[in-house]
């Protein structure tokens, strides 16, 4: 018998299956839709909605034999030497990024890298800067420039402090009744976050490596956490990179949300932003209308560059 389920949590070669009875069935792909999408690294995601099949020689074990048509998702290149694909999570309202500018940094090309990435497979993107208890007065001056490109570029911003209880509130209002997928460093804060957004989630904190200051990861694998009012958060594990995958090159500029406008008035129709005359992007950043670290992001994704912090 086909039953229907949300994929919660992925192990690797196992995931847990929610059924409609909220039953938890640890499920396994067959080997014909793996071979379907041979270029995925996983074909199966958390967030998923599939058809699986309760095996019979075994309890409490079913194989996923369909993937039903995602709402989204969202993808990123396998790791830095691989071909494939690795899809993060599936059917999200919200992903969220939780940046922070110190221990460790997050860079402006990361983050980039992560809007292009919801912009691509229509995702709303929300990014929160975490450890404002860590930043001085210079470290704030720092936060507000950079809040104010993306803010300016269209972006819902929020800073704080993952130990802070009034930010945390606030975000606690906007996630509730959806699903949402947590990214970001390892070491920026995702569980201390999500443990104090919903205290029920139990997300493992480790402390920041002091030789490297980054995080040790924490989140091994992607896990949905099922949290009151029908909220669902998606932890992912850390991320290095975030190199930006099945978008053709002479759309990238399209998925900066202040080139689109801009564009309009470029003298080709197919303008790159890059040499060409009458460029209306590059006017506007030799203007100010458009931030200089966001076209710079845009070209160092048109020619394929990776970022790792």
């Known amino acids: 018998m086909e039953l229907t389920g949300t994929v919660i949590k ?110 691509a497979f229509h995702i709303p993107a929300l990014l929160y800067f975490n450890k404002t208890d860590l930043l001085n007065e210079n470290g704030m001056e720092v936060l507000a420039e950079i809040r104010g ?49 919903f205290p029920g989630a139990n997300a493992r904190v480790m402390a920041i490596s002091e030789h490297h200051e980054k995080g040790k990861h924490t989140t091994t694998f992607a896990e949905m956490h099922l949290l009151p009012n029908n909220t669902r958060i998606i932890d992912t594990p850390g991320i290095r990179d975030f190199g930006v995958v099945d978008v053709p090159e002479n759309e990238i500029g399209q998925y900066f949300p202040e080139f689109r406008k801009v564009s309009l008035s470029c003298k080709f129709n197919d303008c790159q932003h890059t040499n060409e005359p009458g460029c209306a992007v590059k006017e506007a950043v030799e203007n100010g209308e458009i931030s200089e670290e966001r076209y710079y992001s845009y070209l160092s994704i048109l020619r394929g560059e990776d970022v790792f912090q």
């Not at 599936?90 to 940046?99: F, R």
């Not at 993306?150 to 509130?169: H, P, Q, R, T």
């Open 149 to 197: 490109i993306y803010e300016k570029a269209g972006y819902d911003c929020m800073a704080g402090s993952a130990l802070d209880s009034g930010s945390v509130a606030e975000l606690r209002s906007r996630f509730e009744g959806k699903t949402i997928m947590e990214t970001g460093h390892s070491g920026a804060g995702k569980s201390t976050l999500l443990n104090n957004l």
């Open 10 to 119: 992925s192990t690797g070669s196992w995931y847990q299956i929610l059924g409609a009875d909220d039953k938890v069935i640890q499920g396994r792909i067959r080997g014909k839709l793996r071979l379907e999408d041979s270029d995925m690294s996983n074909p199966v995601a958390v967030g998923d909605k599939v058809v699986y099949e309760l095996d019979l020689n075994y309890a409490d074990t079913a194989s996923i034999v369909t993937v039903l048509p995602r709402k989204n998702h969202i993808i990123r290149k396998s790791n830095k030497l691989s071909s494939k694909r690795q899809v993060i999570a599936a059917n999200l309202d919200l992903a969220v990024m939780v940046a922070s500018l110190v221990s460790p940094r997050t860079s402006l090309g990361f983050i980039d890298r992560f809007l292009v990435c919801c912009e």
